[in-house]
Structure formats: C-alpha cells, structure tokens
C-alpha cells in the first residue's frame, strides 16, 4: 500500500530500508538500487531488534521511519524509535479508528526526535463511501513527508458514520 511512497523516498534519499516479511520480493521486483530488504516479522520485538541494530551497525542510524504498524505489535514502535538518530522523525501511519483514540504517548521516543501521524480516513462520493486507493494512501504520507506536519489526515474522517 506505501508503493508510491517507497519510490519517492529511492528518489530522494541515498539508501531505503523496506522491512517486511517480504521485503526482499519488493526489493527484486521494483529493482531499485538504492532500495535494502530487511526481511522481518515486525510483530516478533526480538528479531525486529536484531535486524534493525544489524542494519544500523552497518548503515547508520535511521532520519526517517515511516511505519504503517498494526496494535498487534505493541512493542515495535519502541523498537523502530531506538534505530532512529536523536533527530530522527518517526511517521506513524493509521487507519481512522485511530482518530478516535488518544494518540499524545509518544513516550518511546528520544527527547529530540519528531513524531508525525497520518490518519488514513475515506472518500465520500456521489454514490456514498469508499475506503482510499493505494495510490491515495501513498501521496497522503509523501505530502505529510513534505509538510512535516504534526499531524496529517488523508481522505476525510467525518462523518463517522459515513465509512464504508
């Protein structure tokens, strides 16, 4: 779903981690040089944190973390903050319940490092809602990649009742 995202960042940046447990099939498909495969179970906090001190140890600290994680891996974006450079930015990106929670713990941060949020919301039409397209999730974080925004809301998140 961050596709588009992935390749701004190749373009604007001189090395690009995608960690996941296919990482390495996206690295060959896209054939990017500048694109790494950190082929990882992020939900696993152990391996998570090997892979990313292993990573750091060869290529340095993190500047910019975009991660898309699920609530199932509590103790990722702990993991994630400590492979950042104390100015690092952590972008967090969520889908639209997370609106309705109390999102202000950023607590596993470092006191210097920066923390964005993109909440994924909908697009209301003509013919009622719809959930947003990849390409539309991907311009929505590379615009909160360029803003540097606090916070930044793709698509719209009201009226609630309205979500598809």
Request: with cysteine; hydrophobic share 35%.
């Amino acid at each position: 779903m961050l596709d588009q995202t992935t390749k701004f960042l190749t373009q604007n940046a001189n090395k690009v981690f995608v960690l996941s447990r296919h990482a390495e099939d996206y690295v060959r498909r896209d054939n990017i040089s500048n694109l790494n495969a950190l082929v990882c179970d992020y939900s696993d906090a152990k391996q998570l944190d090997k892979i990313l001190r292993a990573s750091c140890e060869a290529h340095g600290a993190v500047d910019l973390a975009v991660c898309w994680i699920h609530s199932c891996a509590s103790d990722a974006r702990r993991v994630v903050a400590r492979a950042l450079s104390s100015h690092g930015r952590y972008i967090e990106v969520s889908g639209s319940a997370s609106s309705r929670v109390n999102k202000t713990d950023q607590s596993f941060l470092g006191s210097e490092q920066k923390y964005q949020n993109v909440c994924l919301g909908f697009v209301a039409d003509e013919g009622g809602s719809r959930w947003l397209t990849n390409d539309e999730i991907s311009d929505g974080v590379v615009e909160a990649i360029l803003s540097g925004a606090r916070s930044h809301v793709v698509g719209q998140l009201e009226p609630w009742d309205m979500r598809p």
